[in-house]
């Protein structure tokens, strides 16, 4: 009898470890896929952000076109007014209008924002790239979470980016 209940432990213990490495395999595979899908929203981000920036580049540089046409045309009236021939002004190929000093101040600095918001979501994707296959740090992102679960906390994406960018500071440190 006591020999079937050892046996009986023995399976009962194996089944649980087993199962218990199938959900830690599956919380590892689980952080891996989270993080490549933050890391391709991330490139998808800062593909729109590098448009943005590229068509607020083109309606500046439409509008400075617009804007050397205008004073062509103002230079023509003038040496008209003397007595003298101008230069004739052909209209821009682009379609657009000259922007005011406000308006293309601030075009350009959406485009600037853009830009760097672009920048920022490439690094963001370039630190969740390299998470995804950091084993030893999802275990510790893995075991805080689990810690945070117990507390009654949670911790967010932006700690978890943190997290990245302070051990990759201390690899940085140490070369």
Same mark, same amino acid.
């Given at each position: 009898?006591?020999?079937?209940l050892?046996?009986?432990?023995?399976?009962?213990?194996?089944?649980?470890?087993?199962?218990?490495?199938?959900?830690?395999? !599956?919380?590892?595979?689980?952080?891996?896929?989270?993080?490549?899908?933050?890391?391709?929203?991330?490139?998808?981000q800062a593909?729109?952000?590098?448009?943005k920036?590229?068509?607020?580049?083109?309606?500046?540089?439409c509008?400075? #076109?617009?804007?050397?046409?205008?004073?062509t045309?103002?230079?023509?009236?003038?040496?008209?007014?003397? !007595?003298?021939?101008g230069?004739? *002004? &052909?209209? *821009?190929?682009?379609? !657009?209008?000259a922007?005011?000093?406000? #308006?293309s101040?601030?075009?350009?600095?959406e485009?600037?924002?853009?830009?760097?918001?672009?920048?920022? %979501?490439?690094?963001?994707?370039? &630190?969740?790239?390299e998470?995804?296959?950091?084993? *030893?740090?999802?275990?510790?992102?893995?075991?805080?979470?689990?810690?945070? &679960?117990?507390?009654?906390?949670?911790?967010?994406?932006?700690?978890? %980016?943190?997290m990245?960018?302070?051990?990759?500071?201390?690899?940085?440190?140490?070369?």
């Open positions: 009898m006591k020999k079937k050892t046996i009986v432990g023995i399976i009962v213990s194996f089944v649980i470890a087993a199962l218990l490495g199938i959900r830690i395999y !599956g919380a590892f595979q689980s952080e891996h896929d989270s993080a490549i899908a933050r890391a391709n929203e991330a490139d998808r593909q729109v952000l590098d448009a920036s590229n068509e607020d580049e083109r309606e500046l540089a509008s400075t #076109e617009w804007l050397k046409y205008k004073n045309l103002l230079e023509q009236q003038i040496a008209e007014l003397k !007595g003298g021939v230069h004739t *002004p &052909f209209e *821009p190929s682009c379609e !657009g209008y922007m005011s000093l406000d #308006e101040m601030s075009t350009g600095m485009g600037m924002q853009a830009l760097l918001d672009a920048s920022n %979501a490439r690094e963001y994707e370039k &630190f969740e790239r998470y995804s296959t950091n084993r *030893p740090l999802q275990a510790r992102f893995l075991a805080m979470r689990l810690w945070e &679960f117990l507390k009654g906390t949670g911790l967010d994406a932006s700690q978890q %980016a943190m990245q960018k302070d051990q990759d500071a201390k690899k940085n440190a140490r070369k």
